[in-house]
């Protein structure tokens, strides 16, 4: 199969939502000399387009999609959305965004072509989930990957009623039905909400999110057109459903699509939350912890379709279209609504009559491409689609005539908000007819037409859904911050903090969070009347944290303390690595004393339960000369260095006497483990020790976002510059060439290929064995057998063998059968720390 891979440079930037790639790829696409980037919704597009229109100009920036098009005389950048991308324009970088939408059903096999074919001449950059690494690698072999790390926290909340709802959220529903549902409850109950539906026009859609921006409303209800990269001051995500309609089935989402809409929730360095609300049944814990962490199944299907279209004759068209993967990892894409289109209407007499050329044939397939933005049914999309093709055969373009007697049927402002939302989808499909080439005569004047009509009912419809879903901000607030009633502040489960009803802040743990609408009127006295009247509930607080059990206070990944839904505190570096100092985050009138106390012994507690071998070692090495507990000189040097580096030392920087055997045996029952290359701690690589020296690295480094800990189970896997060798050598692995392998592992490896050196081995048997234990392919394989200082050797007569490189001939005295190597002690056996310890 070809590819277009032959270019310089193809970037993969992956992970969560809240990572910064899209904005990434905007900087590093502007800093070339023309670019292109894809994008999955026309809102988004439209979003970028104006933010590059900001930067560089409207007469260097082209928006291209399928109802849209601005085009100035000599663009350098293109905006579009995938579907609509120009492929045949060169340009130096080109963008794919939400590349794991190649997995997507309904419109995964447009995302697969881009990702098999679309190219940059100078550089391509996917961006998208972490799922989509392993299945890029398989088809764009040489991809460099970038890995970006979520800028804050999300954490998992619970169940609450829409009426408890914390404000600044947004609800999620999978239907223009269950958003208006929730929208109008919301209303009753809350004092209003936007609505944001991936239907929605761009101007309607902007100008319900200014709403949600400016505050005049605290809450949004939307699809789940919001995890695709809209971007909003979102503090919390409720679910109100958990299964969708992809177009053919109503199914349960999966949880990387939960994720993707969850992650929506806290921008940048603000921390977020989600949870469930309504009907909806509550997250599973084991779904929880893979969505605050981010770990979902890897992508290992892409949804294609056949690009290469026969245009010979309708039987040859449709049998193109249906024609199989050319490869495994590809699946035929459901046909499409094109496709359905083309099939009903190639048994047409009258079409299969006009469409007999190839010319006729591309243009009856050009047709069918129309979105059926009505979604009425098959059978009235499939009639408008041949009307329009009878037209452009006979006529040559859609005549002026009917044309404008279907744009005046959509021309009527008046109606609810379900009829002019159908008279926006009819008058998107005029649109669209109005940009495609040679469909009309006057294609300008039709664009601006139908962008004249589409503005005027957007603006009506924005109107009607003001009407409907908002009650408008009233002046109780006002009246009671100019008459001092404070008295009735009040606070709700949330943490909402009000004063006659109205919103004045948030009681964030132990932190007065003020509103941003109510600070700009009275900051101080708001302030001042806030901590004044939650002088009781932050004292309740402070009573309930020093009295709460250790199972109720949780680490995030980012050293970040929760406890009660709220981060109180977080880690700070300490007078020593392993142990850090707790920062606890409260108000400045606030009396921290109990809670530095509480919180100081649970992190001690955590320290001690999951590091207790690394305790021990740090405490023998500080005991004085004499005393029962004291290491001798030697190895009291090795424990303090395996306590400053968290538990690892590499045995290249450590001098090691040639008679250090009392010194090596006085270290056994700690558990120390004298590797060829590594001196560690096996009972601390078991993933819940290895993540918190992860995270006490991360912290003593400080580092403003600790690194991830390597996925629990994982002992092998490629190394990528989103990591760092010293994270990872706290985690418990060492990178050899081009790979990150746990210490026991690459413990385990070599006494393999010492095996193999010893009994004459077969190269080729002894690589496939390596490549098992690595779980790795051949090429990485080989390059850290090479890294590890071992290469093939040719032999006369005989099948290549594993030496050593530059490997001296052993002496015939030496040459004794050599022992059986003792492999290193399994890291989760409760004897692990009483193993033998090696000597090399």
Same mark, same amino acid.
């Given at each position: 199969m070809h590819r277009q891979d032959t270019h310089p440079k193809v970037t993969a930037v992956l992970g969560p939502t809240n990572t910064g790639k899209t904005f990434f790829a905007i900087e590093r696409? %502007?800093?070339?000399?023309?670019?292109? @980037?894809?994008? $999955?919704? /026309?809102?988004?597009? /439209? !979003?970028?387009?104006d933010r590059i229109v900001k930067l560089r100009g409207p007469h260097e920036v082209a928006l291209i999609t399928g109802e849209e098009k601005i085009v100035p005389k000599f663009p350098r950048f293109y905006v579009c959305t995938v579907e609509a991308m120009p492929l045949d324009i060169p340009v130096a970088c080109l963008v794919i965004d939400e590349i794991q939408l190649c997995a997507d059903p309904e419109r995964g096999h447009v995302f697969t072509d881009r990702l098999l074919h679309a190219r940059g001449t100078q550089e391509t950059m996917l961006l998208g989930s972490d799922t989509m690494r392993g299945i890029i690698q398989r088809f764009v072999p040489k991809t460099w990957f970038v890995s970006r790390a979520r800028f804050s926290d999300l954490a998992y909340t619970g169940p609450k009623k829409l009426t408890r709802l914390p404000r600044r959220s947004a609800v999620v529903g999978f239907s223009a039905d269950d958003v208006y549902g929730i929208a109008e409850i919301i209303r009753r109950q809350r004092g209003g909400a936007a609505v944001v539906l991936g239907a929605l026009s761009p101007r309607t859609r902007n100008a319900q999110v200014q709403l949600y921006q400016s505050a005049d409303v605290d809450f949004l209800v939307a699809t789940d057109a919001i995890g695709m990269g809209l971007n909003m001051?979102?503090?919390?995500?409720?679910?109100?459903?958990?299964?969708?309609?992809?177009?053919?089935?109503?199914?349960?989402?999966?949880?990387?699509?939960?994720?993707?809409?969850?992650?929506?929730?806290?921008?940048?360095?603000?921390?977020?939350?989600?949870?469930?609300?309504?009907?909806? !049944?509550?997250?599973?814990?084991?779904?929880?912890?893979?969505?605050?962490?981010? /770990?979902?199944?890897?992508?290992?299907?892409?949804?294609?379709?056949?690009?290469?279209?026969?245009?010979?004759?309708?039987?040859?068209?449709?049998?193109?279209?249906?024609? $199989?993967?050319?490869?495994?990892?590809?699946?035929?894409?459901?046909?499409?609504?094109?496709?359905?289109?083309?099939?009903?209407?190639?048994?047409?007499?009258?079409?299969?009559?006009?469409?007999?050329?190839?010319?006729?044939?591309?243009?009856?397939?050009?047709?069918?491409?129309?979105?059926?933005?009505?979604?009425?049914?098959?059978?009235?999309?499939?009639?408008?689609?041949?009307?329009?093709?009878?037209?452009?055969?006979?006529?040559?373009?859609?005549?002026?005539?009917?044309?404008?007697?279907?744009?005046?049927?959509?021309?009527?402002?008046?109606?609810?908000?379900a009829t002019l939302s159908g008279r926006l989808a009819q008058i998107r499909t005029y649109t669209y007819a109005a940009h495609r080439s040679g469909w009309t005569r006057d294609s300008a004047h039709w664009q601006g037409i139908t962008g004249a009509v589409e503005d005027r009912l957007s603006d009506a419809l924005h109107e009607r859904l003001t009407q409907r879903f908002i009650d408008r901000r009233t002046s109780v607030l006002m009246k009671h911050l100019r008459d001092d009633e404070f008295a009735s502040l009040a606070l709700d489960e949330a943490g909402g903090v009000s004063i006659g009803g109205e919103a004045i802040g948030k009681l964030e743990g132990f932190r007065f969070v003020p509103d941003p609408r109510a600070v700009g009127i009275h900051g101080r006295t708001l302030r001042a009347a806030a901590l004044k009247? %939650?002088?009781?509930?932050?004292?309740?607080?402070?009573?309930a944290l020093a009295a709460?059990?250790?199972?109720?206070?949780?680490?995030? !990944?980012?050293?970040?303390?929760?406890?009660?839904?709220?981060?109180?505190?977080?880690?700070?570096?300490?007078?020593? $690595?392993?142990? $850090?100092?707790?920062?606890?985050?409260?108000?400045?009138?606030?009396?921290?004393?109990?809670?530095?106390? /509480?919180?100081?012994?649970?992190?001690?507690?955590? @320290?001690?339960t999951r590091l207790g071998p690394l305790l021990a070692l740090r405490d023998a090495a500080e005991a004085r000369t004499g005393s029962t507990d004291a290491l001798p000189g030697e190895a009291r040097g090795i424990a303090h260095s395996l306590a400053e580096n968290f538990a690892s030392l590499d045995r290249k920087t450590l001098p090691l006497p040639e008679k250090l055997g009392p010194q090596i045996r006085a270290l056994r029952r700690f558990g120390v483990w004298f590797g060829r290359r590594t001196v560690y701690l096996p009972k601390l690589l078991r993933p819940d020790a290895a993540g918190l020296l992860t995270l006490l690295w991360g912290v003593w480094t400080k580092k403003d976002a600790p690194p991830a800990p390597p996925a629990p189970g994982l002992t092998s896997f490629a190394f990528d510059n989103g990591n760092e060798p010293a994270a990872l050598q706290a985690g418990g692995f060492a990178v050899i060439g081009g790979r990150a392998i746990r210490f026991d592992m690459l413990e385990r490896l070599e006494d393999e290929l010492e095996k193999a050196l010893a009994s004459g081995n077969d190269a080729e048997a002894v690589h496939g064995q390596v490549v098992s234990l690595l779980g790795s392919s051949k090429d990485e394989a080989r390059s850290v057998l090479a890294a590890l200082g071992w290469q093939t050797i040719e032999v006369a007569g005989a099948k290549p063998v594993w030496r050593r490189a530059r490997e001296k001939q052993p002496r015939r005295q030496d040459r004794a059968k050599p022992k059986k190597p003792e492999p290193p002690p399994d890291p989760n056996s409760p004897f692990a720390g009483l193993a033998a310890l090696r000597l090399r």
């Open positions: 696409m %502007l800093a070339h000399k023309s670019g292109m @980037i894809g994008l $999955p919704l /026309r809102l988004l597009a /439209r !979003e970028v387009y001051d979102v503090d919390h995500v409720a679910f109100a459903a958990r299964d969708k309609f992809d177009g053919a089935r109503m199914r349960p989402l999966a949880p990387a699509e939960i994720g993707q809409i969850a992650g929506r929730a806290g921008r940048y360095m603000n921390d977020g939350t989600f949870g469930v609300t309504g009907d909806c !049944e509550p997250f599973e814990d084991e779904l929880v912890q893979r969505l605050e962490t981010h /770990r979902y199944d890897p992508v290992r299907v892409l949804q294609w379709r056949n690009g290469a279209l026969d245009f010979r004759g309708l039987a040859a068209l449709n049998e193109s279209l249906e024609a $199989p993967p050319p490869e495994r990892g590809l699946v035929r894409a459901r046909p499409a609504s094109d496709a359905v289109a083309l099939r009903i209407l190639s048994v047409d007499e009258e079409v299969a009559a006009l469409a007999t050329s190839r010319e006729s044939v591309a243009r009856l397939w050009d047709v069918c491409q129309l979105p059926d933005f009505r979604k009425l049914s098959t059978d009235e999309h499939v009639k408008l689609v041949r009307n329009i093709f009878l037209f452009l055969s006979k006529d040559g373009v859609i005549p002026d005539d009917w044309l404008a007697r279907q744009i005046a049927r959509a021309d009527v402002v008046e109606g609810d908000v009247g %939650l002088e009781s509930e932050i004292a309740a607080r402070s009573t709460a059990e250790d199972a109720t206070i949780t680490l995030s !990944e980012h050293g970040k303390l929760w406890w009660d839904g709220a981060i109180v505190a977080r880690l700070a570096p300490g007078p020593s $690595p392993l142990a $850090p100092t707790i920062q606890i985050l409260a108000d400045a009138h606030v009396k921290t004393e109990g809670l530095q106390a /509480r919180l100081d012994a649970w992190m001690t507690a955590r @320290i001690t």
